[in-house]
Each structure stands twice: as structure tokens, then as C-alpha cells.
């Protein structure tokens, strides 16, 4: 028999090798959701420092009994309120990527798991395989040895098969 015959084939190889390219998808597009998740993560901690840097320097403002033009006052107002809706919205921007990058770390875990099934399924049919060919291995020596067996009875070494008549002394 050839050895080609007997050698291993997976038949679920192109479905691996498919799982495999999908994590590999599922790994980039969570990577790149990571990337834009700390994106906005870090542009709503910057909105939320401008805005309470500017709240702390008018608090100092007042507890030091500075007055402001009403004017300035206004538009320092108007520069809070504008600044207030920028960090909401921010911080809208982030909660999504976060939900998205969320989304995709658990299809990235599902794509870990097809693959590792996979793999552990291949794993057990090549281990069946092995002990397959160690059994048609060990039947081809039994049957060979049996066979020699056979082989030598026609060459005089057994008597099975061939019987002896054994003369009586009255004979």
C-alpha cells in the first residue's frame, strides 16, 4: 500500500483554515475598535479637563473676590455651556466604542473558540488515525505470522493436517 494512502487528511481542513482567516479578520477589527475606543476615551477626558479647569479657575475667581466684567462672564457662560455639550457628546462617542469595541472582542472569542474546536477535533482524528494504522500495522504482522505458520506445515515442521496411521502389532 502506498504511504500516501495511509497518510493523515483532515476533512474539515478548508473549514479550519476559514475559521482561522475569520479570527484573523476578528483580531484586526477589534484592534482597530480598541484603537478608537481609546481615541475617544482620551478626546472626552481632554473635553472633561477643559471643562473643569475652566469651572476651578472661576470658583477660585469668586472665592477670591475677583470681579468679572459681565461681559467676560458671559461668554465665559456661553464657553461652558458649548464645552458641557462638547463632553456629552464625547462621551456618547466613547460609550459607543466602547459597546463596538465590546462587540467585536466577543467575536473575536467566538472566532477563538470555532478555531480551538476545530483544532482540538483535528488533534483527536489524528490521534484515531495513528491508532488505526497501529492496528491494521499489528493485522498485517498477526496475519504474516500466521501465514508463516501455515507455510511451514507443507515443509514437514507440523503434523497438523496430516495423519499417521499407526500400525497394531497384530498386523
Do not use: C
Not at 481615541?39 to 472661576?58: D, I, K, M, P
Not at 469668586?62 to 464657553?79: F, N, Q, W
Not at 458641557?84 to 456618547?92: F, N, S
Not at 507455510?151 to 503434523?159: E, K, L, S
Request: proline share 3%.
Amino acid at each position: 500500500m502506498p504511504r500516501t494512502a495511509l497518510s493523515f487528511r483532515y476533512p474539515l481542513e478548508p473549514l479550519l483554515k476559514q475559521r482561522r482567516w475569520e479570527k484573523d479578520a476578528s483580531a484586526a477589527q477589534e484592534r482597530e475598535a480598541r484603537r478608537v475606543l481609546s481615541a475617544h476615551s482620551e478626546g472626552a477626558r481632554s473635553a472633561a479637563w477643559a471643562v473643569s479647569s475652566v469651572e476651578n479657575a472661576l470658583r477660585e475667581a469668586l472665592k477670591a473676590g475677583v470681579s468679572i466684567d459681565p461681559r467676560h462672564h458671559e461668554s465665559l457662560s456661553l464657553y461652558l455651556a458649548h464645552a458641557r455639550e462638547v463632553l456629552r457628546e464625547k462621551a456618547r462617542q466613547a460609550s459607543k466604542a466602547e459597546e463596538m469595541h465590546e462587540q467585536t472582542r466577543r467575536g473575536l472569542l467566538r472566532s477563538l473558540q470555532a478555531v480551538r474546536g476545530l483544532e482540538r477535533h483535528r488533534q483527536s482524528k489524528q490521534r484515531e488515525h495513528k491508532r488505526e494504522l497501529k492496528q491494521l500495522e499489528q493485522q498485517k504482522q498477526d496475519e504474516l505470522w500466521l501465514t508463516a505458520g501455515v507455510g511451514f506445515r507443507g515443509r514437514g515442521y507440523a503434523t497438523e493436517g496430516r495423519q499417521t496411521q499407526r500400525r497394531s502389532p497384530w498386523q
